[in-house]
């Protein structure tokens, strides 16, 4: 790798080297998820991609980490700004690809405060610990979830010191400590067993523009029970609808309430919507089974969607701003499990599916629902069902992913 680099630096001039190198390091350390958006799977060369960025960055001149920052921002996260439009606050959105840009710049850009390869890669791992704004989409051991290099911390750290060692190691050993790789190779193929249900997982695809128009509400609603009773036709046991799939305060319709309770009796129903209590606004699943309704509300919010991680004067100072004066969304103390009909799912809500959080204590089988339209058309269903793949691998669970706009289907 280093006579790799001093090679280009020989035939390039200083700033195009850095350029090069930087640019070349994010598009290896992002093309995991593109090679999923085009249903292109092949371990090996995300293995060797993946290894590659982690390389790139423990040796790279320290203007091209940030070069290398900068675009990992971008290729992964450009699409965030797209669900602002919704809010009429649309133009904001270069201004947030940007903004997630020089985040990424300034998470990476940590390493080049050395040219000590031993260095950077304890800065590295160290970032992986590292969640800024609470956001937590960027796992550097996501790079290789569909790779044959294993997920644990203790893998990483094997992959970072096969690569930093031979900077500090003579000939003829100098590229022994390459071998510790074989050592993070993942040899564990056991698999959690399916739930012991048959569960059909809804997937719909309707527009955020449309989604809340009063004029839809009605078709909306239909459509979902129409769905509900197909599936109690081909003799499912649980039907799961998306997150928000009714775009309503679900206890503010005693009606709907009592057609989901009634149709419980031959169908667990699984289904997202909204809750007001207490003058609070909660992102709620709702259980229906045997005329019985539970919910859960969500743990873990989105960070800048659902709330702002930031002070409560600078919190309020941007929701009246930009969002109209709209309130954070309140949130559980605790996750919350379903027993249906004798199995027990942790229920999460979109994001929360991709916390650890939601993993924590006894769980087997997570029942997941999501509304990806707020990003429509990105990439942001193919990140996130990386990351459930990642969570899933790593807890031993199975999710069950019901959702609006790509994304649906079981993980494991």
Not at 9 to 26: E, H, N, R, W
Not at 36 to 57: Q, R
Not at 315 to 323: A, E, G, L, Q
Request: aromatic share 16%; hydrophobic share 50%.
């Amino acid at each position: 790798m280093i006579k790799i680099i001093q090679n280009m630096k020989q035939k390039m001039k200083p700033l195009y080297f850095d350029l090069a190198c930087g640019i070349l390091t994010a598009i290896l350390f992002s093309a995991f998820i593109y090679f999923e958006e085009f249903a292109i799977s092949v371990k090996l060369l995300n293995t060797l991609f993946g290894i590659s960025a982690l390389a790139l960055l423990l040796y790279i001149p320290k203007r091209a980490v940030l070069v290398a920052g900068f675009f990992i921002g971008v290729l992964w996260f450009y699409w965030i700004g797209y669900s602002f439009k919704y809010n009429g606050v649309g133009y904001l959105t270069p201004f947030v690809t940007l903004g997630f840009a020089f985040i990424y710049m300034l998470f990476f850009g940590v390493l080049a405060l050395t040219n000590k390869v031993y260095l950077r890669a304890v800065l590295l791992f160290g970032l992986s610990f590292f969640e800024p704004f609470d956001f937590n989409w960027l796992q550097i051991e996501l790079i290789f979830v569909d790779s044959y290099i294993g997920l644990f911390k203790y893998q990483l750290v094997l992959v970072l010191a096969a690569l930093s060692l031979p900077a500090y190691i003579k000939k003829p050993f100098t590229y022994t400590p390459l071998l510790l790789i074989f050592l993070a190779l993942n040899f564990n193929t056991t698999t959690q067993k399916d739930a012991p249900l048959k569960i059909k997982l809804i997937a719909t695809d309707v527009k955020q523009e449309n989604k809340w128009l009063r004029e839809f509400k009605e078709p909306i609603i239909q459509s979902n029970i129409a769905e509900i009773i197909n599936a109690t036709l081909e003799g499912y046991d649980l039907v799961v609808l998306p997150e928000s799939v009714f775009p309503l305060f679900m206890n503010t319709h005693p009606n709907l309430q009592a057609t989901l309770k009634e149709l419980s009796y031959k169908i667990s129903i699984v289904a997202g919507a909204l809750l007001q209590e207490n003058g609070n606004n909660y992102n709620v699943t709702y259980f229906f089974e045997n005329g019985n309704m539970l919910f859960a509300k969500k743990l873990v919010l989105v960070p800048f969607g659902e709330y702002i991680p930031l002070p409560t004067f600078a919190r309020k100072i941007i929701n009246d701003t930009f969002f109209s004066g709209q309130s954070d969304f309140s949130i559980a103390s605790q996750p919350t499990d379903f027993t249906i009909k004798g199995v027990k799912f942790r229920n999460a809500i979109c994001y929360e599916a991709t916390c650890q959080e939601i993993y924590e204590g006894d769980v087997n089988f997570v029942i997941a629902t999501s509304n990806n339209a707020w990003f429509a058309p990105s990439i942001e269903p193919t990140l996130q069902k990386l990351l459930l793949k990642y969570y899933a691998r790593k807890n031993g669970a199975i999710i069950y992913h019901s959702a609006n706009f790509k994304g649906c289907g079981i993980v494991k």
